[in-house]
């Protein structure tokens, strides 16, 4: 009998698991700014895609990078040809975790601050990264805001030496998400 | 011990699909994401093959500078420095009302006209979603001759001033390195030297871009003209061979061509040079893009 009370919450406790426990966004948005005296390139992206398990904290997100507007002429062709190679890197990822989440009790509305770590990958290079998230639970979703700083050469992201003055070293990111929690298909 | 066996059994499996689940986080999200389109970006390097143009656009408030440059012919011997004496050119401005739709207007010293055009896109290249095998854009082009003519009737007329050319850019990128271009071309001529001159002419475009490097490739450019010789005037098809390299926001080519002319209604149409007899020049265009964008 204990046995039986112990399968069935175990099953119970899977199905629990498998519901609710994540968030997702597939409109989450991303922009950057090339900062530099000679021009200001800048392009956003409102297409990321991002899945947060809350039940351990688990962060996936993928950004890709054709996606991205830019609205400065000429400038995605560049972005895309020079910069970031999307032929042969459509995407950036980040791959880590949240680990302060688990510990959030996302039925009351507040604001957190949690920290990000993980995989960062641009340009087919990956960084480990630990960076500060503001997260805004709010009306049952998550709302995720995320400023820094992305150094160029960390990622294998060259410049050609004739525009060294019009492309900036280290680029500015700004990301704005909000996940909604996923419903089981 | 039955039990004991079962339950092991559970938890291992509560266990691997706990694991399971993490690992497949990233392929439910790839599951949940719908599947992008993909445009092709940088068929061409710039919005000109050589003399053609290309199915490249500027984005939309791009406004282009554009100089496009022709020496004389390299057999026109040392006293004339070997064509470099000689110049004809073309300054133009282009600008995008929209990603999808340019226009253009400049001044060709070649019969003192003025040229305008508009190039639009009906298809654009790409993958994933929605695919498109090949990119296509529309070049409307009208030539006017703003020069004076001795013959009195003739210089008050100012509709045979105007030569017309049409042009479909049909063009694929294939992989990174090479690209390629067809242009079915049709010009009207309102007015034509003589009776013997055709009004309107076919010709077919061919052109080939080769990637060297990131900013710099080679580009081949063929045009099969309909045969329009009359007796006194011998017609060959242009035939144009450079590299084009780019930086941040100007784009040069530099070329050899047999072609005298810079604007479509010339340079296919009325080629009196033959390539292969070494009757060839030097040409270049450079271009400066700016963004008219109130935003930035």
Known sequence: MKLKILIISLFAFMFINGQAQKYITKTGYVYFMSHTDAIDIDGSNNKVAAILDVSNGEMVAIVLIKAFELPLATADKHFNETYMESDDHPKATFIGKLPEVTGLDLTVEGEHEVTAQGTLSIHGKSQEINQKVKLLVKEGKLMGNCDFKVNIDDYGITVPEDVKDRVAKVVDVKIKMTLEPMKNK | ?296
């Open chain 2, 1 to 296: 011990m039955a039990a004991r066996k079962i339950l092991s059994l559970a938890i291992l499996l509560l266990f691997a699909w706990g694991m399971q689940a993490q690992d497949d986080l990233e392929a439910m999200l790839l599951d949940e994401m719908e599947e992008p389109v993909e445009y092709t970006f940088g068929t061409f390097l710039s919005t000109n093959l050589l003399n053609n143009q290309s199915t490249e656009l500027l984005n939309k408030y791009g406004l282009n500078f554009r100089i496009s440059h022709k020496f004389g012919s390299f057999t026109s011997g040392a006293s004339k420095s070997f064509g470099f004496d000689d110049s004809n050119s073309l300054i133009a401005f282009d600008y995008a009302i929209a990603d999808w739709w340019n226009i253009g207007l400049g001044r060709a010293t070649l019969n003192e006209s003025l040229n305008g055009y508009t190039k639009f896109r009906l298809l654009r290249q790409s993958t994933g979603a929605k695919t498109m095998p090949v990119s296509c854009v529309v070049l409307l082009n009208a030539n006017y001759k703003t020069q004076t003519f001795d013959d009195e009737e003739r210089d008050k007329n100012r509709t045979d001033r105007f030569e017309y050319t049409s042009q479909l850019l049909i063009a694929r990128k294939f992989g990174n390195l090479i690209s390629a271009q067809l242009s079915p071309t049709y010009i009207h001529r309102n007015l034509v030297s003589t009776k013997n001159d055709l009004n309107d002419i076919y010709a077919l475009g061919l052109g080939a871009s080769i990637k060297v490097e990131k900013r710099l490739r080679v580009n081949l450019e063929y045009f099969l003209v309909q045969k329009h010789d009359t007796p006194n005037m011998k017609y060959y098809d242009p035939l144009s061979l450079g590299v084009c390299y780019q930086t941040s926001r100007h784009a040069f080519e530099v070329f050899v061509t047999n072609a005298n002319g810079i604007t479509e209604n010339h340079y296919i149409a009325n080629t009196t040079h033959n390539f292969w007899a070494g009757e060839v020049r030097v040409g270049f265009n450079i271009s400066t893009v700016f963004s008219l964008n109130p935003k930035k």
